[in-house]
């Protein structure tokens, strides 16, 4: 069946350094999404992909889309303590959304 | 309401007691989703309403889990029979429409289950 493969598993970055988490899926998405789940939170949406190729930034975030829509990063500069977090990418298959395993971030301060 | 709103935030239930876990999604979202979540991983799809038809309960693990929205809004998620491997986060999300870009799913703070 449909999976999508998330690496690394962890992170422990100091603040100030850069990270990146990565995304790949077996078969071809027609979107995906990004969330970020606090320690004890629910995930929460943070953008959505649609186009090969796709990139969008938020402030310090830059997600991308492949041209095949088969993988997608997240890259965040110049990491802050606010950024700590397990974030996952979920692709869209039919009907459902097929998450990833999450990248648990950890920034020392 | 102002956002996905889940009941109970925390059930205890004895092994083989049944249990029914409530999802009050955000008021005129069409599309309802549960997922299953453990500890350490991402999110597992359970199911998916669209209004009150489920088209998708292609994720339930058996046929001791059984969801339902009657009427198009609240969803219930009912495991029977609870087994020791239930126990998890069970999360519901909402969305405005089907598809497009207005499949935002929004969550819900879930429902942690621990089965003894």
């Known amino acids: 069946g449909q999976q999508v493969m998330q690496i690394p598993q962890y992170q422990h970055v100091q603040e100030g350094e850069d990270f990146t988490t990565y995304c790949n899926s077996s078969?071809?998405?027609?979107?995906i999404q990004w969330y970020k789940q606090r320690p004890g939170g629910h995930p929460v949406f943070l953008i959505q992909l649609v186009k090969s190729g796709e990139v969008k930034k938020q402030k310090r975030l830059t997600f991308q889309f492949g041209e095949a829509k088969k993988n997608s990063s997240l890259h965040i500069t110049a990491t802050q303590t606010t950024d700590v977090g397990t974030y996952f990418c979920a692709g869209r298959g039919f009907n459902k959304f097929y998450f990833g395993s999450g990248t648990k971030l950890n920034v020392k301060p | 309401g102002a956002g996905v709103s889940q009941s109970p935030r925390y059930k205890v239930a004895k092994r083989g007691q049944d249990v029914a876990l409530r999802c009050d999604p955000i008021s005129g979202h069409v599309s309802l989703f549960w997922y299953q979540q453990a500890l350490g991983q991402g999110p597992e799809f359970l199911t998916y309403f669209q209004n009150e038809a489920q088209l998708d309960k292609s994720g339930l693990p058996s046929d001791r889990f059984f969801a339902e929205r009657p009427e198009g809004s609240v969803s219930t998620l009912k495991i029977q029979r609870t087994q020791q491997e239930d126990s998890a986060v069970y999360l519901c999300a909402s969305s405005e429409t089907a598809g497009g870009m207005r499949n935002i799913q929004y969550f819900g703070a879930g429902t942690r289950l621990s089965v003894l």
């Open positions: 078969t071809t998405l027609s979107n």
